[in-house]
Nanobody, 121 residues
Framework: QVQLAESGGGLVQAGGSLRLSCAAS????????IGWYREAPGKQRELVAT???????NYADFVKGRFIISRDNAKNTAYLQMNSLKPEDTAVYYC???????????????WGQGTQVTVSS
């Protein structure tokens, strides 16, 4: 079982930056991919960025060139560095991890509690 604790959200002006953190705790054989998602009021939750266990990254088009996803496996923590923020980036941001359980061939997924990011004009 793995639990995720998110932090780093807040209120910033357009053009500013924030860094979100997602710390994992609990028990897992290994952690596979980690993703950051966001959900704005009245909108579906959407994928922002992913990073594999080997460090390969992928980004949604609307954040490419502005956001950076990273992970520190020694600290069991993932990050989302958000630069050049726009008002349309305002949303609750969630981290998600897929991990291997202590059962052969078994995987699970869990979500963080979400952290609010608000970007003012």
């Amino acid at each position: 079982q793995v639990q995720l604790a998110e932090s780093g959200g807040g209120l910033v002006q357009a053009g500013g930056s924030l860094r979100l953190s997602c710390a994992a705790s609990g028990s897992a054989l290994s952690i596979n991919a980690i993703g950051w998602y966001r959900e704005a009021p009245g909108k579906q939750r959407e994928l922002v960025a992913t990073i594999t266990s080997g460090g390969t990254t992928n980004y949604a088009d609307f954040v490419k060139g502005r956001f950076i996803i990273s992970r520190d496996n020694a600290k069991n923590t993932a990050y989302l560095q958000m630069n050049s923020l726009k008002p349309e980036d305002t949303a609750v941001y969630y981290c998600n991890v897929n991990y291997n359980r202590y059962i052969w061939g078994a995987t699970s997924t869990t979500w963080g509690q979400g952290t609010q990011v608000t970007v003012s004009s």
